[in-house]
């Protein structure tokens, strides 16, 4: 199937998110869709899906004009979507799910569960994509849900598939297989639309490359001939340094001591197994990891946000379970979480008054129970200036700023007090590239201030470009640390579950794990561990 | 790509930036892209920014209340104008001369008109006369207003950390009963002993009844909204079968009414030249309280944490906040506020306890403290208006036999518009430029 | 369901206080009922009033022996639920704790006298006629996404009409039409209020309970006390299934009842089979579940969510003509008496399902037949406090005492596309 789309424009109040889009994608083709956070790209795979309505511009398949007033006429066209966030109802069956909309019932209206399961495992066999038709969704992990999503699509006879960032909650290797399948898609004539902000991704997997750029095109590029420095340029509209300049590190005493770390989650299961980890004053400590490894409890439970099952943390000797939330803040860590909307902001609150939100009843900004607002505004003002937070005012709704604002703003309220220790969660998920580049170097500008750092991503380039070690999380349990430099393959592979010492056997035998001989150092001149 | 992964970081460093790869567009290169992630935003987000922006030089109450109620000072005022609209019709076709008049209408539509008309006129004279026509009118509006301003705070406090108290009616219920009990049960006190301590037990039985929907919302997360409705008829019962005990009834008395309250646990008259005059000193109580929540809800560090919990309990939470104290103390004070409704009640104005002497003062607190928009002051001003609704309506029945229970329908109109202001928006084809939601309280799950 | 996501230690724990629960229970059942009774002997009467073809012989029984005999066995109950525990079946073991206590409690309310058990429990089902459609309704506004905690408006709207309407056209299905009518109006304006307007759905509910009570009481003290024509209803006849009626003791029980009482049960059952087995009651638990996912397969989100509040209207508008074209047939203010908040507690209590909460509403309802029947035998209990026992239970339920509600995800969350 041959699909155009000409002039197509959509506008948010405020925003125009796509404009004057041209693309063509054909029969049996790959065609990646590459722009940063922001760009459009969702918006206008939504209006191709239905979602949303275009304001100008036309849709096109085979030649034919095509009018999309909701998600069932697209399906209807062939056009199937794999959502970012998986479009899966979480207490029904896989069976279910896939059926929803098309489903076949007899003559009393009672659905046929069982003809169901029975084509769903078909279709899921031939296409290579295996999953239990009567398993449970919400039962299933992240790789398999995506599975079903494919073949949600698949069988309502998609002949243009959109994958939306697909790889995001993918380890490398589900990834290749991911790919092999898209493989297997193509063969068979149907045409994929491949949307990532990955340049490596794009330059494995797709035919042709169209880069989006603040809703527009501009430009389509040859994945074999493009470099990804061509690519980032032209995805950012400027010149982009993909690395980050750094001293070596001159680690000091050890700041964070985790041993035999467990965590469980709400209903008792083991979410982090037996896990050490130290970072020292000076250094940058990463942890890899695709995401739902266990990181996000790990970090909860370091900042004295959840409760720990076994093992023990402390914090500059300090002991970090018996302490609350308020308490371990209070004695210096910042925690830079990984979802500021969530996690880090209150939208309606001012910027002075996010800027204060964890320091909210101590000197200066409260006396006794009373807030002291004009101090609050002072340092509000003070820490716009000196963070370059780009808000009108002080009393500005922090929700109002852009995103990497936002995010600055969460950095720097962890910054701007004396901290011993830093944990930064994906600290720039959904940043713009300038602010990606701000952030990076404030990291390195407070490691160099003597502060240990903890930096939690998934991002495997941020984290090869800014750690002093890394470690690697995997079904809750760490690997490492290693020193860098490390091979990016080495820690892919680790993240996709790899035995570090096959790794290392089959790559690069000169670069051993050195977790060992760094610990037995640290107790030597950390203090009592 | 197989030298992909061996080419990590470090390479880059040493290939040029190629400038001819980047299409230029002079300027827009390091300012702008500061902006750039905000080119895609879902729509939801963009008119809670919006929304956000109108308000960017508001205080941080005014901006949550928009955040909380999503209406303006003209969405509040419409939404009274139509509901004394729609009750005007209420009224005139309850008429029976203009339903007879209707009969006719094509023949001569001028007389259903004109009479109803007539009997709106009439009714809403009355209406105004009888609340504020007179000193005495006057005092009957502040008797009626005072127990709304405190249920009314009872109902924004929970509010603005994201809570619906619906339970404001059992509370009241709860601190009514002990103070009656008090008022009644101990004798030969004075007046400075035995007053306070019978308000004292009404707050504090209030605050016990509160403090059960809090508790249970923080420890196991049951949903406040069912539990105090469940709580509210529990009140009820409990109450009525309390009042039929040897305890509280009256000895002279089989049908189900307490004991009198003692005059040295009563309120006394604020004008006590004119004791014709019923408004008391449970008014100061109302307002001294309404003063010290506005201390608490808009200058206190505790306020701060309440409204953080209430507008983001994750956020909160990452800042060290404690949202299940949040919750059992928004609770508590609040049923505090409504067992102080109870108090003065019972204490400054009915003086004996009978069934369901609440008489929904509690739902009432509902339409008071979302009139108000969830701020101090404004509950406190909409605990006046329904005051003269009140008031005003008693004079309404007496005067053109126009029932009380319209008071109630408009009310009910009152609210329905506050909570949905594009129906306000759609009538009065207003430009919608704060598109907020009526959003208050959150799903059933937690 | 949720018991296989609780960990053994939490099990233990609930297990426990369940034993605390049944202990309290020998402790009231010895404490109170075998001490305090009226009188050596109860008498169960097992026969309608009626004359029927097989006559069951009352049933006697010695009051102090029979509730020794129940705590024992309430006692040893509790000995397993205290050691090794019931598992799967701890719930269910709350329940036959629950029955026992019941018969224990009922033995002793008719020491000295006698006690109609086929009235009771004919008039449990009866009253839970109405709970039962009201809990219906809730469970599919909010299996759609919908909060619908206005039932206590649509039943008194309900009510109203359908008196108003048969009074009329002297014909109680005419005024059974008009009490869906009215039903639906409600429904209407709560689903156009939250879908349509995205107004907080917990926010209308409550004014649209303060709008139909208003608006009853207004006009039934405005027009109906006036005018008394207009509120002389002609009731449902009670109708008998033939043999199945002659069935002893369960026959009058079931079988004997007015249409609506029918038309609940074969609701129930309807929707129960519709909810969980067709592809109307998948896509509409989708769009509770996950809108978006529902949308994104080309279901119509809000037309399905509008449907489902109006069908709802339907149930519950049903369940308030119940008052005047059958138990009651005259309006008068407030006259369901928070009936709407206790389907409510059905529907929780029943998790979200038709059949469960029949169950709960079944449960209700005989609460509430036993504080009438109680008044009539002079118990000394007031009968006050036995009418909180759907209240308490309801936040035992909601507060997770005996495993966690699970609402839909969607539950409450206006859906809007762009």
Same mark, same amino acid.
């Given at each position: 199937?041959?699909?155009?789309?000409?002039?197509?424009?959509?506008?948010?109040?405020?925003?125009?998110?796509?404009?004057?889009?041209?693309?063509?994608?054909?029969?049996?083709?790959?065609?990646?869709?590459?722009?940063?956070?922001?760009?459009?790209?969702?918006?206008?795979?939504?209006?191709?899906?239905?979602?949303?309505?275009?304001?100008?511009?036309?849709?096109?398949?085979?030649?034919?004009?095509?009018?999309?007033?909701?998600?069932?006429?697209?399906?209807?066209?062939?056009?199937?979507?794999?959502?970012?966030?998986?479009?899966?109802?979480?207490?029904?069956?896989?069976?279910?799910?896939?059926?929803?909309?098309?489903?076949?019932?007899?003559?009393?209206?009672?659905?046929?569960?069982?003809?169901?399961?029975?084509?769903?495992?078909?279709?899921?066999?031939?296409?290579?994509?295996?999953?239990?038709?009567?398993?449970?969704?919400?039962?299933?992990?992240?790789?398999?849900?995506?599975?079903?999503?494919?073949?949600?699509?698949?069988?309502?006879?998609?002949?243009?598939?959109?994958?939306?960032?697909?790889?995001?909650?993918?380890?490398?290797?589900?990834?290749?297989?991911?790919?092999?399948?898209?493989?297997?898609?193509?063969?068979?004539?149907?045409?994929?639309?491949?949307?990532?902000?990955?340049?490596?991704?794009?330059?494995?997997?797709?035919?042709?490359?169209?880069?989006?750029?603040?809703?527009?095109?501009?430009?389509?590029?040859?994945?074999?001939?493009?470099?990804?420095?061509?690519?980032?340029?032209?995805?950012?509209?400027?010149?982009?340094?993909?690395?980050?300049?750094?001293?070596?590190?001159?680690?000091?005493?050890?700041?964070?001591?985790?041993?035999?770390?467990?965590?469980?989650?709400?209903?008792?299961?083991?979410?982090?197994?037996?896990?050490?980890?130290?970072?020292?004053?000076?250094?940058?400590?990463?942890?890899?990891?695709?995401?739902?490894?266990?990181?996000?409890?790990?970090?909860?439970?370091?900042?004295?946000?959840?409760?720990?099952?076994?093992?023990?943390?402390?914090?500059?000797?300090?002991?970090?379970?018996?302490?609350?939330?308020?308490?371990?803040?209070?004695?210096?860590?910042?925690?830079?979480?990984?979802?500021?909307?969530?996690?880090?902001?209150?939208?309606?609150?001012?910027?002075?008054?996010?800027?204060?939100?964890?320091?909210?009843?101590?000197?200066?900004?409260?006396?006794?129970?009373?807030?002291?607002?004009?101090?609050?505004?002072?340092?509000?003002?003070?820490?716009?200036?000196?963070?370059?937070?780009?808000?009108?005012?002080?009393?500005?709704?922090?929700?109002?700023?852009?995103?990497?604002?936002?995010?600055?703003?969460?950095?720097?309220?962890?910054?701007?007090?004396?901290?011993?220790?830093?944990?930064?969660?994906?600290?720039?998920?959904?940043?713009?590239?300038?602010?990606?580049?701000?952030?990076?170097?404030?990291?390195?500008?407070?490691?160099?201030?003597?502060?240990?750092?903890?930096?939690?991503?998934?991002?495997?380039?941020?984290?090869?470009?800014?750690?002093?070690?890394?470690?690697?999380?995997?079904?809750?349990?760490?690997?490492?640390?290693?020193?860098?430099?490390?091979?990016?393959?080495?820690?892919?592979?680790?993240?996709?579950?790899?035995?570090?010492?096959?790794?290392?056997?089959?790559?690069?035998?000169?670069?051993?794990?050195?977790?060992?001989?760094?610990?037995?150092?640290?107790?030597?001149?950390?203090?009592?561990? | 790509?197989? /030298?992909?992964?061996?080419?990590?970081?470090?390479?880059?460093?040493?290939?040029?930036?190629?400038?001819?790869?980047?299409? /230029?567009?002079?300027?827009?290169?390091?300012?702008?892209?500061?902006?750039?992630?905000?080119?895609?935003?879902?729509?939801?987000?963009?008119?809670?920014?919006?929304?956000?922006?109108?308000?960017? /030089?508001?205080?941080?109450?005014?901006?949550?209340?928009?955040?909380?109620?999503?209406?303006?000072?003209?969405?509040?005022?419409?939404?009274?104008?139509?509901?004394?609209?729609?009750?005007?019709?209420?009224?005139?076709?309850?008429?029976?001369?203009?339903?007879?008049?209707?009969?006719?209408?094509?023949?001569?539509?001028?007389?259903?008109?004109?009479?109803?008309?007539?009997?709106?006129?009439?009714?809403?004279?009355?209406?105004?006369?009888?609340?504020?026509?007179?000193?005495?009118?006057?005092?009957?509006?502040?008797?009626?207003?005072?127990?709304?301003?405190?249920?009314?705070?009872?109902?924004?406090?929970?509010?603005?950390?994201?809570?619906?108290?619906?339970?404001?009616?059992?509370?009241?219920?709860?601190?009514?009963?002990?103070?009656?009990?008090?008022?009644?049960?101990?004798?030969?006190?004075?007046?400075?002993?035995?007053?306070?301590?019978?308000?004292?037990?009404?707050?504090?039985?209030?605050?016990?009844?509160?403090?059960?929907?809090?508790?249970?919302?923080?420890?196991?997360?049951?949903?406040?909204?069912?539990?105090?409705?469940?709580?509210?008829?529990?009140?009820?019962?409990?109450?009525?079968?309390?009042?039929?005990?040897?305890?509280?009834?009256?000895? /002279?008395?089989?049908?189900?009414?307490?004991?009198?309250?003692?005059?040295?646990?009563?309120?006394?008259?604020?004008?006590?030249?004119?004791?014709?005059?019923?408004?008391?000193?449970?008014?100061?109580?109302?307002?001294?309280?309404?003063?010290?929540?506005?201390?608490?809800?808009?200058?206190?560090?505790?306020?701060?944490?309440?409204?953080?919990?209430?507008?983001?309990?994750?956020?909160?939470?990452?800042?060290?906040?404690?949202?299940?104290?949040?919750?059992?103390?928004?609770?508590?004070?609040?049923?505090?506020?409504?067992?102080?409704?109870?108090?003065?009640?019972?204490?400054?104005?009915?003086?004996?306890?009978?069934?369901?002497?609440?008489?929904?003062?509690?739902?009432?607190?509902?339409?008071?403290?979302?009139?108000?928009?969830?701020?101090?002051?404004?509950?406190?001003?909409?605990?006046?208006?329904?005051?003269?609704?009140?008031?005003?309506?008693?004079?309404?029945?007496?005067?053109?036999?126009?029932?009380?229970?319209?008071?109630?329908?408009?009310?009910?109109?009152?609210?329905?518009?506050?909570?949905?202001?594009?129906?306000?928006?759609?009538?009065?084809?207003?430009?919608?430029?704060?598109?907020?939601?009526?959003?208050?309280?959150?799903?059933?799950?937690? | 369901?949720?018991?296989?996501?609780?960990?053994?230690?939490?099990?233990?724990?609930?297990?426990?206080?369940?034993?605390?629960?049944?202990?309290?229970?020998?402790?009231?059942?010895?404490?109170?009922?075998?001490?305090?009774?009226?009188?050596?002997?109860?008498?169960?009467?097992?026969?309608?009033?009626?004359?029927?073809?097989?006559?069951?012989?009352?049933?006697?029984?010695?009051?102090?022996?029979?509730?020794?005999?129940?705590?024992?066995?309430?006692?040893?109950?509790?000995?397993?639920?205290?050691?090794?525990?019931?598992?799967?079946?701890?719930?269910?073991?709350?329940?036959?704790?629950?029955?026992?206590?019941?018969?224990?409690?009922?033995?002793?309310?008719?020491?000295?006298?006698?006690?109609?058990?086929?009235?009771?429990?004919?008039?449990?089902?009866?009253?839970?006629?109405?709970?039962?459609?009201?809990?219906?309704?809730?469970?599919?506004?909010?299996?759609?996404?919908?909060?619908?905690?206005?039932?206590?408006?649509?039943?008194?709207?309900?009510?109203?009409?359908?008196?108003?309407?048969?009074?009329?056209?002297?014909?109680?299905?005419?005024?059974?039409?008009?009490?869906?009518?009215?039903?639906?109006?409600?429904?209407?304006?709560?689903?156009?209020?939250?879908?349509?307007?995205?107004?907080?759905?917990?926010?209308?509910?409550?004014?649209? %309970?303060?709008?139909?009570?208003?608006?009853?009481?207004?006009?039934?003290?405005?027009?109906?006390?006036?005018?008394?024509?207009?509120?002389?209803?002609?009731?449902?006849?009670?109708?008998?299934?033939?043999?199945?009626?002659?069935?002893?003791?369960?026959?009058?029980?079931?079988?004997?009842?007015?249409?609506?009482?029918?038309?609940?049960?074969?609701?129930?059952? %309807?929707?129960?089979?519709?909810?969980?087995?067709?592809?109307?009651?998948?896509?509409?638990?989708?769009?509770?579940?996950?809108?978006?996912?529902?949308?994104?397969?080309? %279901?119509?989100?809000?037309?399905?969510?509008?449907?489902?509040?109006?069908?709802?209207?339907?149930?519950?508008?049903?369940?308030?003509?119940?008052?005047?074209?059958?138990?009651?047939?005259?309006?008068?203010?407030?006259?369901?008496?928070?009936?709407?908040?206790?389907?409510?507690?059905?529907?929780?209590?029943?998790?979200?399902?038709?059949?469960?909460?029949?169950?709960?509403?079944?449960?209700?309802?005989?609460?509430?037949?036993?504080?009438?029947?109680?008044?009539?035998?002079?118990?000394?209990?007031?009968?006050?406090?036995?009418?909180?026992?759907?209240?308490?239970?309801?936040?035992?339920?909601?507060?997770?005492?005996?495993?966690?509600?699970?609402?839909?995800?969607?539950?409450?969350?206006?859906?809007?596309?762009?």
């Amino acid at each position: 199937m041959q699909l155009e789309l000409r002039g197509i424009t959509k506008r948010f109040p405020g925003v125009v998110a796509n404009d004057a889009v041209d693309l063509q994608v054909e029969s049996g083709e790959v065609h990646g869709l590459l722009g940063e956070n922001g760009a459009g790209k969702s918006t206008l795979m939504n209006i191709l899906y239905g979602l949303y309505r275009a304001d100008e511009g036309e849709i096109l398949i085979d030649g034919e004009p095509l009018l999309l007033d909701d998600p069932g006429d697209a399906i209807d066209a062939g056009i199937g979507m794999v959502h970012q966030h998986f479009m899966l109802v979480p207490v029904f069956t896989v069976a279910e799910n896939i059926v929803l909309g098309v489903e076949q019932t007899d003559r009393l209206g009672r659905l046929d569960r069982a003809t169901a399961s029975r084509r769903v495992a078909e279709l899921a066999e031939e296409s290579g994509l295996p999953v239990d038709p009567d398993a449970l969704v919400e039962d299933l992990p992240v790789g398999v849900q995506q599975r079903v999503e494919i073949l949600k699509a698949l069988y309502r006879d998609a002949r243009l598939l959109i994958l939306d960032e697909p790889t995001a909650v993918l380890t490398p290797q589900e990834a290749d297989d991911l790919f092999d399948a898209i493989r297997g898609f193509t063969a068979e004539g149907r045409s994929v639309i491949f949307i990532s902000h990955k340049l490596r991704e794009h330059r494995e997997i797709a035919d042709r490359i169209s880069v989006l750029r603040r809703g527009r095109i501009v430009g389509t590029a040859d994945p074999r001939t493009a470099s990804e420095q061509e690519l980032a340029n032209l995805m950012v509209g400027r010149p982009v340094e993909l690395t980050v300049e750094r001293a070596p590190a001159e680690p000091k005493e050890v700041v964070l001591e985790v041993a035999g770390l467990q965590v469980a989650d709400a209903v008792g299961t083991t979410v982090v197994h037996e896990v050490d980890l130290e970072v020292r004053a000076g250094e940058i400590m990463a942890v890899a990891g695709v995401e739902g490894n266990g990181q996000t409890p790990l970090v909860r439970a370091i900042t004295g946000l959840q409760d720990i099952a076994g093992g023990s943390v402390s914090i500059a000797g300090r002991d970090v379970a018996s302490r609350t939330r308020k308490e371990v803040l209070r004695d210096g860590i910042g925690h830079v979480p990984e979802d500021r909307n969530r996690d880090g902001l209150v939208a309606e609150f001012s910027v002075a008054e996010n800027l204060i939100l964890n320091l909210w009843d101590a000197e200066p900004f409260a006396r006794r129970a009373s807030l002291q607002f004009d101090e609050i505004r002072a340092h509000a003002r003070k820490v716009v200036a000196s963070y370059d937070i780009r808000t009108p005012s002080v009393d500005t709704p922090a929700g109002s700023l852009s995103g990497g604002n936002q995010q600055k703003l969460v950095v720097s309220r962890e910054f701007d007090r004396p901290i011993d220790l830093l944990v930064a969660s994906q600290p720039t998920r959904g940043v713009d590239v300038g602010s990606i580049e701000y952030i990076h170097n404030q990291l390195l500008v407070k490691r160099d201030e003597g502060t240990a750092v903890l930096l939690v991503s998934s991002e495997l380039d941020e984290v090869l470009a800014l750690a002093d070690r890394i470690a690697v999380m995997f079904h809750g349990r760490i690997v490492g640390p290693f020193e860098t430099p490390i091979s990016k393959e080495a820690v892919g592979r680790m993240m996709a579950g790899a035995d570090p010492d096959e790794v290392f056997e089959d790559h690069d035998p000169s670069n051993r794990p050195s977790s060992h001989g760094r610990s037995s150092d640290a107790a030597a001149s950390g203090g009592p561990a | 790509m197989s /030298d992909d992964p061996t080419r990590s970081g470090q390479q880059h460093e040493r290939e040029e930036p190629d400038p001819a790869g980047a299409p /230029d567009e002079p300027g827009s290169v390091a300012t702008e892209t500061h902006d750039e992630a905000r080119a895609e935003i879902e729509a939801a987000k963009e008119r809670e920014a919006t929304a956000a922006r109108l308000a960017q /030089d508001a205080t941080f109450t005014q901006r949550l209340v928009a955040a909380l109620t999503g209406t303006g000072v003209i969405v509040t005022i419409l939404a009274i104008l139509s509901a004394l609209l729609i009750g005007a019709f209420i009224i005139a076709f309850s008429e029976e001369a203009v339903r007879d008049a209707l009969t006719y209408f094509f023949a001569r539509p001028t007389d259903a008109l004109r009479l109803g008309v007539d009997s709106v006129v009439a009714a809403y004279s009355a209406l105004v006369q009888g609340a504020l026509g007179g000193q005495s009118q006057l005092s009957e509006t502040f008797v009626s207003a005072t127990p709304l301003i405190m249920t009314g705070l009872a109902v924004a406090v929970p509010l603005r950390a994201g809570l619906f108290n619906i339970g404001a009616e059992g509370q009241f219920l709860a601190g009514g009963t002990v103070a009656g009990l008090i008022g009644f049960g101990l004798t030969g006190l004075p007046l400075a002993i035995h007053l306070p301590l019978a308000i004292a037990g009404g707050l504090l039985a209030g605050g016990l009844y509160g403090w059960i929907p809090g508790i249970l919302k923080a420890k196991t997360g049951a949903h406040e909204v069912i539990s105090t409705i469940m709580l509210n008829n529990i009140a009820l019962l409990v109450t009525g079968y309390l009042i039929s005990t040897t305890l509280f009834r009256r000895p /002279d008395r089989s049908d189900p009414i307490s004991k009198s309250v003692e005059e040295s646990a009563r309120f006394p008259r604020l004008i006590w030249w004119e004791p014709s005059l019923r408004v008391n000193w449970s008014l100061v109580m109302a307002l001294a309280l309404a003063v010290l929540v506005f201390w608490l809800m808009e200058r206190s560090t505790h306020g701060f944490e309440l409204n953080a919990v209430g507008l983001n309990p994750s956020a909160a939470t990452s800042a060290g906040m404690n949202p299940a104290r949040v919750v059992v103390t928004a609770f508590s004070v609040a049923g505090a506020l409504a067992g102080a409704a109870g108090a003065a009640t019972i204490l400054g104005l009915q003086h004996r306890l009978t069934i369901g002497f609440a008489a929904g003062l509690g739902f009432d607190g509902i339409t008071v403290a979302l009139l108000g928009r969830g701020r101090i002051g404004g509950t406190v001003a909409a605990g006046i208006l329904i005051g003269i609704l009140k008031a005003g309506g008693r004079n309404m029945q007496a005067q053109t036999g126009t029932s009380l229970e319209l008071a109630l329908v408009i009310q009910a109109l009152i609210i329905v518009f506050i909570a949905a202001p594009g129906l306000v928006r759609a009538i009065f084809r207003i430009k919608a430029e704060d598109l907020a939601t009526g959003q208050v309280a959150k799903g059933w799950g937690s | 369901m949720s018991q296989a996501t609780m960990t053994p230690a939490k099990r233990k724990r609930r297990e426990r206080r369940f034993g605390v629960f049944s202990v309290l229970v020998v402790a009231v059942m010895l404490g109170v009922f075998a001490t305090s009774a009226r009188g050596e002997q109860a008498t169960f009467v097992l026969n309608d009033a009626r004359a029927q073809a097989i006559q069951l012989p009352a049933l006697v029984v010695t009051v102090v022996p029979t509730v020794i005999v129940l705590s024992i066995l309430v006692a040893l109950i509790a000995v397993k639920q205290f050691t090794t525990g019931f598992g799967d079946r701890a719930v269910p073991m709350v329940g036959v704790v629950v029955l026992l206590f019941v018969i224990a409690f009922l033995t002793w309310a008719a020491a000295g006298d006698s006690l109609s058990v086929v009235g009771l429990l004919r008039g449990s089902l009866a009253r839970a006629t109405p709970i039962a459609l009201g809990a219906m309704a809730g469970v599919l506004c909010e299996r759609a996404g919908v909060i619908n905690i206005a039932i206590e408006g649509q039943f008194l709207a309900g009510a109203f009409t359908a008196a108003v309407v048969a009074s009329v056209a002297s014909s109680p299905w005419v005024g059974l039409v008009g009490g869906i009518a009215a039903g639906v109006l409600i429904a209407f304006m709560l689903a156009g209020l939250s879908i349509r307007f995205q107004a907080d759905q917990i926010v209308v509910g409550v004014v649209l %309970i303060v709008f139909a009570t208003g608006v009853t009481s207004f006009l039934s003290t405005q027009v109906l006390s006036g005018s008394p024509e207009l509120n002389s209803p002609t009731r449902f006849s009670s109708l008998e299934i033939p043999f199945l009626v002659d069935i002893p003791l369960l026959g009058p029980v079931l079988f004997r009842h007015s249409l609506l009482v029918f038309g609940m049960i074969a609701a129930v059952i %309807i929707l129960q089979f519709g909810l969980f087995q067709t592809r109307w009651g998948l896509r509409l638990r989708s769009v509770g579940e996950h809108p978006k996912a529902a949308d994104t397969v080309g %279901i119509n989100v809000l037309a399905t969510r509008y449907r489902a509040v109006l069908l709802g209207g339907v149930l519950a508008g049903i369940g308030g003509s119940w008052w005047t074209l059958d138990a009651v047939g005259q309006f008068s203010r407030e006259m369901t008496g928070g009936r709407g908040f206790i389907a409510l507690a059905a529907m929780l209590v029943g998790r979200y399902t038709p059949v469960g909460g029949l169950a709960a509403a079944l449960l209700f309802g005989f609460s509430d037949q036993l504080a009438t029947s109680l008044q009539l035998l002079q118990v000394p209990v007031p009968s006050d406090l036995l009418l909180t026992a759907p209240f308490v239970v309801t936040i035992v339920v909601v507060g997770g005492l005996i495993g966690r509600l699970r609402p839909p995800a969607a539950d409450g969350k206006p859906y809007t596309k762009e």
